[in-house]
Structure formats: structure tokens, C-alpha cells
């Protein structure tokens, strides 16, 4: 269900109505697919360096990474691989979109591998810490994480994710 709050209905005030957020629950959420939708099987942060970063997130996913050659590091997350890339040879590591969101099944084990890592965000979400685990407006319990490099990162309890 959408909460309609004022901003919501004053946005969507002349918008078409097959645009304005659903909240009656009663349309299908997801109709026919297309026999060809792009599937995302891999992702990549860039870092200033690969040992480091790959240590980093093979403590904190509590996983062994792959290593490849290029550079880089591989890390399977579920459907998408996350593809650590050492660019410094080249340039200054660039972050990465705000932010990558993972489906975790031990929130509470994640989020203190992250802590003893010294990584929990120090950004507000919603006026609470984003550092902290907490339930978001939207339902979700997580909390927000960065690497060195000012990658933002999301840790999401599995079975809380908003489907939008």
C-alpha cells in the first residue's frame, strides 16, 4: 500500500491517472513480462586498492572472494556479481551509486562485521542514523554502510525489502 502523504498528492495533482501511485491494491503489481528484459548479473566498485578491498569485503559479506585477472575481484551475491575494480593505476577510485542494497538473512551478524570494520555510515536516513539498525518509513530494517573508497552500501533483513 502507497501512503498518500500531502507532497505525494500535491506531485501527482496533473499527472495522468495510470502514473498516480496505486493505493487501493486491486492492480496487478507485475503484469506481463517482455520475452526480453535485461537481467543485471553484475555490478562493479571501483577501489584504490585491491588487497585491501578485497579483504574488506570478504569480512564484512563473510564470503572468499575470487580474484581475476583485470584487477579485479569477484564477489557472488545472490542473481549479481559484485565486481571489486582496482583503478588506481589509472585514476582516483570514483564512488559508487547511492547506494548498493543487499538482502541479508543475518542482519544483526552483518551489521557487526561492519562495526568491528569501523564502516557503519554516518548519514541520516529519515532522521535517524544511517549506522544504526532501524525499520525505515518504508518497512524495510537495515542499516548503511561505506567503504574507504565512499562506496555506499545497504544491508537489508531478508523478508523486509519494499518492492516499490
Request: charged share 25%; glycine share 10%.
Amino acid at each position: 500500500m502507497v501512503l498518500k502523504t500531502p507532497q505525494v498528492k500535491a506531485l501527482e495533482k496533473n499527472m495522468p491517472e495510470k502514473k498516480k501511485a496505486k493505493t487501493d491494491g486491486t492492480e496487478k503489481q507485475n503484469g506481463p513480462k517482455p520475452d526480453d528484459v535485461p537481467s543485471l548479473f553484475r555490478i562493479n566498485v571501483e577501489v584504490g586498492n585491491l588487497s585491501e578491498a578485497a579483504e574488506f569485503y570478504g569480512k564484512l559479506f563473510g564470503l572468499q572472494g575470487r580474484l581475476q585477472a583485470g584487477s579485479r575481484c569477484y564477489f557472488t551475491c545472490g542473481a549479481v556479481t559484485l565486481q571489486v575494480l582496482d583503478v588506481s593505476p589509472v585514476r582516483k577510485p570514483h564512488p559508487a551509486a547511492k547506494a548498493l542494497y543487499f538482502f541479508v538473512n543475518d542482519l544483526d551478524a552483518v551489521f557487526q562485521r561492519a562495526q568491528s570494520l569501523q564502516c557503519l555510515s554516518s548519514e541520516e536516513v529519515h532522521g535517524e542514523p544511517g549506522g544504526q539498525i532501524s525499520v525505515r518509513p518504508w518497512g524495510e530494517r537495515s542499516f548503511y554502510a561505506e567503504d574507504r573508497w565512499h562506496n555506499p552500501l545497504c544491508f537489508v533483513e531478508a523478508g523486509t525489502g519494499y518492492p516499490g
